[in-house]
């Protein structure tokens, strides 16, 4: 159901239009950028121009002697106390190697920061950098990560024997009996490329230190302040306490944002030292090397199979290339490849190993999926495999080997508990609405026009609403999972929600003012939402993974029942009777059957705030705050279907169809929840068709700037056809599950499946990503001479 | 090496000394305190930047301050007249073809321009003329729809 239809009422599930749009229609969004403070000074960076170098001297003089100039700060200058900068195994069985916040001996990846300029304006400041000089020796330099493992492989950090960071291994007792006793294996090499978040927004902070009071205000462009806040205070060594994060608009994250950044922490650390606030706004060609990459992994598979095509054991090795450093959760991105490795599938013996690596390229980390889009892209393609070597069909191969819907809660060989799911029936859906049974047809007459047609399948389930604390722990990460939030009411009946989650595109002042109309009865346009500034939140831990609507969303929803059970309290109080007495009507405690006798939410607002006749033991005002730590993840999923028309004489690929059946439990804003599926998928198709992050082999990076790494356009969007089941999630109250991902994760590998039936007819098998015409037209030369 | 120019932006008069180098869109920006006009790029590509010069659609990041002495520039903060929004601002809202808002400003500028020079644009010269515009958000399809539904709308009128 697209939703066109268009009611006002503002609760859950109500197709209202967003609260948040007038000011970015009509400019008056305030992104980093648009923020001066008084006195306000420029920081440009120099970056290593090497992959590899160690840095000899660093010559300021000519930059210091230009008019405008404040400061030129470097390592031995700059007032950091530490840089290790990850969330992920603090002290545990990952290597973490220290990130100096400018770098101290050596460079290790082009765009590292190596100085830092302040001057007068932001021209000045890059003219300065341009004239400060650094005396570099390059040395030996490694990109692939499985050359990184090669023995004599340069070492990305001397100080250990091999570039390994950590490998991830898991496999199940009857693992090895299972392969052997399969009577046919199939194996597959697959490579996710390593792409670019690229929000349209590159990042940009300020910050604001007073020398007097030791407080620091940093205004930054982050998907998470609050994990800002908390590293800032320790690179900077300040208290904790005395640390504000603000939050301003955010022109898109997509997981660039996720992140703690040495910027973040030099521009704190340089204005202490100029006593004036410091504004750093990245260049795009900057954001190119200096902002996080993902996926970069090399998967093998080999899958043992029944003679129907049933998996009954399943093994993966990978190669992860976490670049040079572990950023905030480097780490841990494999991880959730790890847990997604069977994919909506019932096999239940796997092996798995996941080994990351130092390579000499910036750091990997979140990027839209995050470790999810690599186990499905991966799994995907192994089915179409299977299929094609047992002569099945695509669709049928995938039946065969669901999870059956009667299997939930079911327990996956990599130990999750996924909640809830009909495999099954988006997938016949799907396969309605995309007409996949007449799909010949439009094969033979594409042919006809010089085009090879193909059809391709992504049936996925991902693993979101990150996540119970006891999870982040036994993985090793240093932090929790769980959300934060306050609902206040005011004397005037109006409310205020502060939530943990951090926006940047999302819409959660339309969501939760939505929910909270539903459950507490004030209207929509009465509900203000604040987020990103941790003045305001005691913690949150902000907006990734998914996890918004199913961490925050259920924060939000129980401190809402908070605030009307201590209602409820002092509506009996008032009315002169027992609790049992009354019924909620949706804005009123109302006596059961005595429409007279009843209190509106907003009467008990002003009564608990005026705290003329409070009950026993009620304290004054209308207000809860919760941190929820959610039991369970969630487990959205759904089937998409592509076609794709190939240029016999070009190899252009071009997605013609678009069909997904989505099922993300609940929905409490469908246009948003539609939004979010078609900016999922044309990720997807970016990364399919387009994206790709190139490094030369010395370490030079080759897609510096929007010119060479391509996002799509509105040029090369298909139609989509968009449909939703509903399934609610088990794991929470209000059954619902996030959509952020969903789009990006099932997307490449439809797009590429098509791509691989389509020249299935000249006998290709299997293609990487990304399928430019260069890289097409290649493979049908091969396969056609 | 100041230069004093006259820009009328938005209707009004504006004169400035500038730095020859200085952009048109840090002059926007910076000297007029105009920020909905963003920059996503430095390579001419993302469009995020777009404004328009005696009606015709530019890119503000791609043209010197001083180049616009003596001419006309419409940003986005010129398209909400008397507390009513612009068709083109309506739509987008209407249709969710936005989601960060942070390409939305550059968007509407271009699209405004394709409706405004031909009236009868088809979606694919509407598509075609937005093909310089990046959003990683939207994924294009309830902002394409958007701008159909203004451009119905402002035919009307
Ligand atoms: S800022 Fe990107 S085109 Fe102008
Ligand atoms: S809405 Fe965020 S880039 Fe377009």
């Known amino acids: 159901m697209a939703t066109t239809e268009r009611l006002t009422s503002g609760g859950v599930g109500d197709a209202v239009l967003r609260k948040e749009d007038r000011k970015f229609v009509t400019g008056e969004g305030r992104y980093v950028d648009d923020l001066k403070l008084p006195g306000m000074l420029h920081a440009a960076f120099v970056r290593s121009s090497f992959g590899h170098a160690k840095i000899n001297s660093i010559d300021a003089s000519a930059a210091l002697a230009m008019p405008g100039v404040h400061a030129v700060l470097t390592n031995a200058t700059l007032p950091v106390e530490t840089g290790v900068l990850s969330a992920s195994n603090p002290g545990g069985d990952v290597r973490h190697p220290e990130q100096a916040i400018l770098a101290k001996e050596f460079a290790r990846y082009v765009g590292e920061p190596v100085a830092m300029v302040i001057a007068d304006n932001r021209y000045l400041a890059r003219d300065a950098a341009d004239a400060v000089q650094v005396d570099y020796d390059p040395v030996p330099v490694v990109v692939d990560a499985e050359k990184a493992l090669e023995p004599g492989a340069p070492l990305v950090h001397a100080e250990y024997d091999s570039n390994l960071v950590k490998t991830l291994a898991h496999v199940t007792d009857g693992f090895a009996d299972a392969l052997a006793k399969a009577p046919k294996k199939i194996s597959l090499r697959v490579v996710n490329q390593r792409v670019t978040p690229m929000p349209m927004e590159t990042r940009g902070c300020i910050g604001d230190w007073s020398n007097s009071t030791g407080e620091v205000t940093l205004y930054t462009s982050t998907q998470v302040a609050h994990f800002v806040r908390t590293f800032v205070s320790i690179v900077c060594g300040t208290s904790e306490a005395k640390v504000r994060v603000v939050t301003p608009d955010v022109g898109g994250g997509f997981g660039a944002k996720l992140n703690t950044y040495r910027e973040e922490f030099a521009v704190c650390a340089a204005s202490k030292v100029v006593g004036r606030p410091v504004k750093w706004i990245e260049d795009r060609t900057e954001n190119a090397v200096a902002t996080i990459h993902g996926r970069d992994q090399v998967q093998y598979y080999e899958a043992g199979v029944d003679e129907n095509g049933k998996i009954l054991a399943l093994k993966f090795d990978a190669v992860q290339n976490n670049g040079a450093y572990n950023q905030l959760l480097t780490p841990s991105i494999s991880h959730l490849t790890l847990f997604m490795v069977p994919g909506c599938y019932d096999i239940q013996d796997v092996s798995i190993t996941i080994r990351q690596v130092f390579t000499n390229t910036t750091p990997t980390d979140a990027s839209r999926g995050a470790g999810r889009p690599e186990a499905t892209h991966g799994i995907e393609r192994l089915m179409d495999a299977i299929a094609d070597d047992l002569g099945i069909d695509a669709a049928e191969v995938r039946r065969r080997n669901f999870i059956k819907a009667d299997q939930f809660p079911y327990t996956s060989a990599t130990g999750l508990a996924y909640d809830s799911g009909e495999y099954h029936e988006t997938l016949e859906v799907a396969l309605e609405l995309s007409e996949y049974a007449g799909f010949e047809a439009r094969r033979a007459e594409a042919a006809k026009r010089g085009k090879y047609r193909g059809i391709g399948l992504s049936t996925y389930v991902e693993v979101c609403g990150l996540a119970p604390s006891a999870v982040t722990a036994a993985l090793g990460i240093g932090a929790p999972g769980w959300e934060h939030s306050t609902v206040r009411l005011h004397p005037t009946g109006k409310a205020t929600v502060i939530t943990g989650t951090s926006p940047h595109g999302q819409g959660h002042a339309t969501s939760w003012s939505q929910i909270t109309q539903t459950e507490l009865g004030i209207p929509f346009d009465d509900v203000e939402v604040i987020h990103g500034d941790t003045a305001f939140q005691p913690y949150g831990l902000g907006t990734y993974g998914s996890r918004s609507l199913a961490v925050g969303g259920i924060a939000l929803y129980r401190s809402l029942g908070k605030v009307r059970e201590k209602a409820r309290e002092l509506a009996a109080h008032l009315l002169e009777c027992s609790i049992d007495d009354l019924e909620w009507t949706g804005t009123s405690w109302q006596v059961k059957g005595s429409p007279d006798r009843a209190k509106t939410i907003q009467e008990l607002a002003y009564a608990g705030w005026a705290s003329a006749s409070l009950p026993e033991g009620i304290e004054p005002v209308l207000e809860a705050t919760t941190f929820h730590d959610p039991p369970n993840f969630t487990f959205p999923f759904g089937t998409h279907v592509c076609e794709v028309e190939i240029d016999q004489a070009t190899g252009h690929v071009e997605v013609v169809n678009y069909t997904a059946v989505d099922d993300c439990g609940n929905v409490i804003t469908p246009m948003i929840v539609d939004g979010q599926v078609h900016g999922g998928i044309i990720q997807g198709l970016g990364q399919a068709l387009f994206e790709e992050t190139v490094y030369s082999e010395d370490g030079h990076m080759l897609t510096p700037t929007l010119v060479e790494y391509l996002v799509p356009s509105a040029a090369d969007v298909p139609p989509m056809t968009l449909h939703r089941t509903t399934t609610p999630s088990t794991s929470n109250p209000m059954g619902v599950k996030g959509i952020g991902e969903a789009g990006t994760i099932a997307a490449s590998s439809a797009i590429v499946n098509a791509a691989v039936d389509a020249l299935s007819v000249i006998g290709v098998r299997h293609l990487e990503m990304p399928m430019q015409p260069s890289r097409i037209w290649n493979v049908m030369q091969e396969a056609t001479s | ?157």
């Open chain 2, 1 to 157: 090496m100041g230069q004093t120019i006259t820009v009328t932006v938005n209707g009004t008069a504006h004169t400035a000394e500038v730095e020859q180098r200085t952009l048109l869109v840090h002059f926007l920006r910076e000297a007029l305190n105009l920020t909905g006009t963003h920059i996503g790029c430095d390579t001419s590509t993302c469009g995020c930047c777009t404004v328009h010069l005696d009606g015709e659609t530019v890119l503000s990041c791609s043209l010197l301050a001083v180049q616009a002495d003596g001419h006309a520039v419409r940003t986005v903060e010129g398209l909400e007249q008397n507390g009513e929004l612009h068709p083109i601002q309506k739509a987008f809202h209407e249709n969710h073809g936005l989601q960060c808002g942070f390409c939305t400003p550059g968007m509407m500028m271009s699209a405004l321009g394709v409706i405004e020079q031909h009236p009868d644009a088809s979606d694919d010269e509407i598509r075609e003329a937005l093909e310089g515009n990046l959003c990683r958000g939207t994924g294009y399809q309830n902002l394409g729809a958007g701008v159909r539904s203004a451009a119905v709308e402002m035919a009307r009128n």
